[in-house]
T-cell receptor, first 115, second 116 residues
C-alpha cells in the first residue's frame, strides 16, 4: 500500500486566491482527519470524517475553510480566500474503525505558503 | 479538561546511551496514550500506544513507554540511542471514549538529538 497520499507537496499562492488540498486515504480506512501544523500552535485537528461523514469540524478556523469527502478514497480541504496566516503544513491522516484508539497513518503533508 | 505536556523542547543524548522523552497528561477518566515520531519533511509515524493492560508498552524501532497512573506520566524510552532516532517526538492523549469526544490532544513535541 502506498500509504496516505497528499497533493500537492508544496503550494505557494497569493493572498485572496483559492487553495485546494487533496488527500487519498489508505484503502479500507474509514476515518479521515485533516490537521494543521505550525510552530506557534503545534498540531491542530481541523476536521474528522468517519465513513465519509463529517463528525467534528469544530477545529475549522473560520468559514474560509471547507472540507469534503465525496467518497471513501478522496477528500479535499479548500481555503477561499486564502490569507498569509493560513501558511502552515497541512496533514491528512487516516485510520481504521472510528479512529478513537487506532493508530493514525499520516500523509507527507502539504506545505502551504500564502504570500 | 484534557491536556498533555512535554516539558522539554529538546533532549540531547549521546549515541549508545539510554534516552527518555517525557510526557505528562491530564484527563478526567482513563487515558488513551500515544507516541508518534516525525522526521524532517515527513508526516507523523505511530510508535506505540497504551489503551489498557500492561503498563510497559513496546513499540516500533526499539522504543517503549511506561504508563504511570499515579504520576500521570507516559515517558518514552529506549535503552540505547541511535543517531537515526534524531527526530521530533509527539505525545498525545485522549480520554476514554465518550460519544462526543473525538479529539486527540497533542503535546508540543520534543526534539531529540542523538550525537555520534
Amino acid at each position: 500500500d502506498a500509504g496516505v497520499i497528499q497533493s500537492p507537496r508544496h503550494e505557494v499562492t497569493e493572498m485572496g486566491q483559492e487553495v485546494t488540498l487533496r488527500c487519498k486515504p489508505i484503502s479500507g480506512h474509514n476515518s479521515l482527519f485533516w490537521y494543521r501544523q505550525t510552530m506557534m500552535r503545534g498540531l491542530e485537528l481541523l476536521i474528522y470524517f468517519n465513513n465519509n461523514v463529517p463528525i467534528d469540524d469544530s477545529g475549522m478556523p473560520e468559514d474560509r475553510f471547507s472540507a469534503k469527502m465525496p467518497n471513501a478514497s478522496f477528500s479535499t480541504l479548500k481555503i477561499q480566500p486564502s490569507e498569509p496566516r493560513d501558511s502552515a503544513v497541512y496533514f491528512c491522516a487516516s485510520s481504521t474503525g472510528t479512529g478513537l484508539n487506532e493508530k493514525l497513518f499520516f500523509g507527507s503533508g502539504t506545505q502551504l505558503s500564502v504570500l | 479538561a484534557q491536556s498533555v505536556a512535554q516539558p522539554e523542547d529538546q533532549v540531547n543524548v549521546a549515541e549508545g546511551n539510554p534516552l527518555t522523552v517525557k510526557c505528562t497528561y491530564s484527563v478526567s477518566g482513563n487515558p488513551y496514550l500515544f507516541w508518534y515520531v516525525q522526521y524532517p519533511n515527513r508526516g507523523l509515524q505511530f510508535l506505540l500506544k497504551y489503551i489498557t493492560g500492561d503498563n510497559l508498552v513496546k513499540g516500533s524501532y526499539g522504543f517503549e513507554a511506561e504508563f504511570n497512573k499515579s504520576q500521570t506520566s507516559f515517558h518514552l524510552k529506549k535503552p540505547s540511542a541511535l543517531v537515526s532516532d534524531s527526530a521530533l517526538y509527539f505525545c498525545a492523549v485522549r480520554d476514554a471514549p465518550v460519544d462526543s469526544n473525538y479529539q486527540l490532544i497533542w503535546g508540543a513535541g520534543t526534539k531529540l538529538i542523538i550525537k555520534p
